[in-house]
């Protein structure tokens, strides 16, 4: 079975540090794989998303960056953490092949920038 | 991808049907219709998705209208622990966008 991997759950880093989120998917090929981002009390904003190794798509212009370097191997970077950054950061997946396919999430790291 | 239409939130009572509408009028030929819910603190679930006809599995119904502009999720016997946002969302393709959802609250 398929299963999805994100961490850390939690993690509190002061403004102007960099941050790295990483996220690995078991058990699937090819997938592809999504970052989306949800402020308190409000929606999921899809901030990247990948159909394959070194293939990125930004949604939205901000200072954070996604890299794919394997796979099944998603990482959301930034050089330098803003206040507005902070929020609930999730990582999904879904198969790659079919026209219609479901996003399978991860449990999420919750980021507080101070 | 089509624009959803969610009310913000919605009460039904524990053992009762909680039925979810959302409004899709700009949905195109080959975009399905997604339902997800979040718990608080936890990521996304996905529920049931449909193209044209009424799905059913375990955990739902999906009721698609004739025009398919509009879409109810139905939750049979509410639970306690059925209180999340529910999410509609139509999606053909690699790029899934989520609204606002309704906050679904199933009182005892």
């Known amino acids: 079975s398929q299963t999805i991997h994100q961490w850390p759950a939690t993690l509190v880093q002061p403004v102007g540090s960099p941050l790295s989120l990483e996220c690995t998917v078991e058990?699937?090929?090819?997938?592809?794989l999504y970052w989306y981002r949800q402020a308190a009390g409000r929606g999921l904003q899809l901030l990247f998303y990948s159909v394959g190794i070194g293939q990125i798509s930004s949604e939205v212009p901000q200072n954070l960056s996604a890299s794919r370097p394997q796979d099944r191997q998603f990482i959301l970077s930034s050089k330098k953490l803003l206040l507005s950054d902070s929020g609930f950061y999730l990582c999904?997946?879904?198969?790659?092949?079919?026209?219609?396919?479901?996003?399978?999430f991860g449990n999420g790291t919750r980021l507080t920038v101070t | 991808d089509a624009k959803t239409t969610q009310p913000p939130s919605m009460d039904c009572a524990e053992g009762r049907a909680a039925n979810l509408p959302c409004n899709h009028s700009?949905?195109?030929?080959?975009?399905?219709v997604y339902w997800y819910r979040q718990i608080h603190s936890q990521g996304p679930q996905y529920i049931i998705h449909?193209?044209?006809n009424n799905e059913t599995n375990e955990m739902a119904s999906l009721i698609i209208t004739e025009d398919r502009k509009s879409s109810t999720l139905i939750l049979p016997h509410a639970t306690l622990r059925d209180t999340a946002v529910y999410y509609c969302?139509?999606?053909?393709?690699?790029?899934?966008?989520f609204g606002e959802g309704t906050q679904l609250t199933v009182n005892p």
């Open positions: 999904a997946w879904s198969v790659l092949s079919t026209a219609y396919s479901p996003l399978h």
């Open positions: 969302i139509v999606q053909s393709g690699s790029r899934l966008t």
């Open positions: 449909g193209l044209k």
């Open positions: 058990g699937t090929s090819n997938p592809n």
């Open positions: 700009t949905i195109s030929g080959n975009e399905y």
